[in-house]
């Protein structure tokens, strides 16, 4: 089977259900989005930790899940979810992180060491698939809100997961100057 099909160069896509879209779609640009944030997390590891590596793949599995989702416009009818259970996991992570860091008593500069700067840029590419689902939801009203709640508790694990990995780098957080 070949990898190229040609079904695309007109700038058109299949959605999950046969459904023929631009590729300017919004949801297109939402699932692309997620897409970008599962290669991005694929470029953090691994990060020196086995902890945090295994919480980037099983990170990394749910972003092909919110994929999947956000291709179906038949929301729920059939196919993977993101539920409430997912998010649920999410905020223990966060948890935990937070409990071995030192606790956050201002803005800080997103930097650090290798691993820590590039979960950083991942938080920031999760905000964006974040506002490209909102768009979309804004415009379709077909996207759960688990999977909203996921990507908005996702991208404060990005955060509490840099953090993480700089002080167990012990590479100092650096605050803004005004």
Known sequence: MSLYTGRGDDGDTDLRTGERVSKTDPRIEAYGTVDELNATLGMV?????????DTLAEIQ???HVLQAELANPAAGV??????????TALETKIDDADEEVPPLESFILPGGSPAGSSLHHA??????????TVALTGEFAAVSSEAMTYLNRLSDLLFTLARLVNHRDDVPEASPTY
């Open 61 to 63: 599995n749910h972003l």
């Open 45 to 53: 590891r691994p990060t020196g930790y086995d902890d945090v590596d």
């Open 78 to 87: 059939d196919g993977p979810t993101i539920d409430a259970e997912l998010v």
């Open 123 to 132: 938080r920031t590419v999760c905000r964006r698939a974040e506002r490209r």
